[in-house]
């Protein structure tokens, strides 16, 4: 799309019906309008809309939905991480950005991480349990998606073993008639 020199990135995706990247301040104090540039989570109120010519932009509706949300936004739910709802968006995008590059974050690295987006309802507690939730439930997805990859490897080792007695067995009964 073409965009005027001087408009704001996050105008720009508000303007194209991306309403869930909420307008809090627009000086980048509150990170409520923060989404994920090429992997990296950034208030877009601070970009202007052709820094991010070519560039991937995620945000929180686009890492899932109200039907088939996302580990880190189902957490957050569970955790009662949710009050009136408005700085939810920007903790997700700068949760996912987190657990992207850690993993396993202690409570200091969540903190830490968490420290550019602001809330007005939750004392950031449960907020805190929610991004612990959504670590700890990532991190088992991914062992019992190791879990399979081995359990499907093995039987295909045990397959391919198996085949090989069978053909030894043939060869062995067509050597006997
Ligand atoms: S609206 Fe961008 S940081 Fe507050
Ligand atoms: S839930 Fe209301 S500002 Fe965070």
Do not use: W
Not at 36 to 64: F, Y
């Amino acid at each position: 799309m073409a965009v005027e020199p001087q408009a704001v990135l996050l105008h720009t995706l508000r303007d194209l019906g991306y309403t869930d990247v909420k307008n809090g301040c627009e000086i980048g104090e509150c990170g409520a309008c923060a989404v994920l540039l090429d992997g990296e989570a950034v208030n877009s109120c601070m970009v202007l809309a052709m820094q991010a010519d070519g560039a991937d932009i995620v945000t929180n509706s686009g890492l899932g939905t109200m039907d088939k949300p996302h580990v880190i936004q189902e957490s957050f739910a569970d955790a009662g991480a949710i009050q009136c709802g408005f700085c939810t968006p920007g903790m997700v995008i700068s949760t996912k950005a987190l657990l992207d590059r850690n993993p396993d974050p202690s409570e200091a690295e969540i903190r830490d991480a968490l420290s550019g987006n602001l809330c007005r309802c939750t004392g950031y507690g449960q907020i805190v349990d929610a991004v612990k939730l959504a670590a700890s439930r990532l991190a088992g997805a991914s062992s019992q998606r190791e879990d399979a990859r081995s359990n499907s490897k093995r039987g295909r080792e045990l397959d391919s073993s198996n085949r090989v007695l069978e053909s030894g067995d043939q060869t062995k009964v067509g050597g006997e008639s």
